[in-house]
């Protein structure tokens, strides 16, 4: 089995070739949604063990993912990283639905990396 599952929701071609690149060959497992309902659906069967919200897909839709996974018993343990624009990083959200922020342009490399981290710290505990 894989050693994280990850579900990317709303990220653009870029994000998905650099995160497949840093983190495919790491044993995660990375699947994609487009939107809310597809990550609704990603969610059920995949059980990820982190999942990145990108706001570009619309700033409500994301938050609306980042608050539906929240109250979902089965996810509450799941890593939630946000995706913002300087635009959604000026507006004021509940930052406490996610474990992280990247604000874009952003590192691919250090991203994997707070992945790896977060996932890693979230395997241990359990």
Do not use: W
Not at 76 to 104: H, M, P, Q, W, Y
Request: with cysteine; glycine share 6%; hydrophobic share 45%.
């Amino acid at each position: 089995e894989a050693m994280g599952k990850l579900l990317l929701v709303g990220a653009d071609t870029q994000v998905r070739a650099s995160l497949d690149d840093l983190m495919a060959t790491e044993d995660f497992k990375i699947e994609y949604a487009v939107s809310g309902f597809e990550a609704g659906i990603q969610a059920e069967s995949l059980h990820p063990d982190c999942v990145i919200v990108d706001f570009a897909m619309g700033r409500n839709e994301a938050l609306m993912i980042a608050q539906n996974l929240r109250r979902n018993k089965d996810y509450t343990d799941s890593v939630l990283i946000a995706l913002l624009s300087d635009e959604d990083n000026a507006s004021g959200f509940d930052r406490t639905l996610f474990n992280e922020t990247f604000r874009k342009p952003f590192d691919a490399a250090l991203l994997a990396e707070r992945i790896r981290t977060l996932v890693g710290r979230k395997k241990q505990i359990a």
